[in-house]
């Protein structure tokens, strides 16, 4: 099984706050999920930069290393997603219905 990259761009016992992370996201949009995120990231960084000029380097090698990271499960033959490096960091997004244009089968197929 291929080690999961990801686990190791910028985390030094990172593990317990992704799961927090996680939980806390559980159930919300994959857009506001990535907003939050990406909010959590300006927030840091504007709190812990002096400077426009610090803020602006450490925003660039963060989004740099964290592209080079994600690239790498990504195909560049194909343009898709690899399947070989296992999913142990999930983030649950709310569930969708689709409504169906057949109506439903009956019973013989499982459904009243």
């Keep these: 099984m291929t080690k999961d990259n ?10 317990a706050l992704f799961k927090e992370f ?6 919300h949009s994959v857009p506001d999920i990535i907003s939050a995120c990406a909010n959590l ?4 960084v504007r709190q812990s930069c002096a400077t426009r000029t610090e803020a ?3 925003m ?6 964290t592209t080079s990271a994600l690239m790498e499960h990504y195909d560049q ?5 690899r399947s070989v490096v296992p999913f142990n960091q ?19 197929n499982g459904h009243t």
Excluded at 60 to 65: A, G, K, M, Q
Excluded at 77 to 81: E, G, I, L, M, Y
Excluded at 90 to 108: A, P, Q
């Design 6 to 15: 990801l686990l190791e761009v910028g985390w030094v016992g990172g593990q």
């Design 22 to 27: 996680a939980y806390s996201a559980d159930g």
């Design 41 to 44: 990231i300006a927030n840091v």
């Design 56 to 58: 602006e380097n450490v």
């Design 60 to 65: 660039r090698e963060t989004f740099e290393r």
């Design 77 to 81: 033959a194909t343009n898709r997603r």
């Design 90 to 108: 999930t983030v649950s997004v709310s569930h969708t219905k689709f409504e169906t244009k057949f109506g439903h089968l009956g019973k013989k």
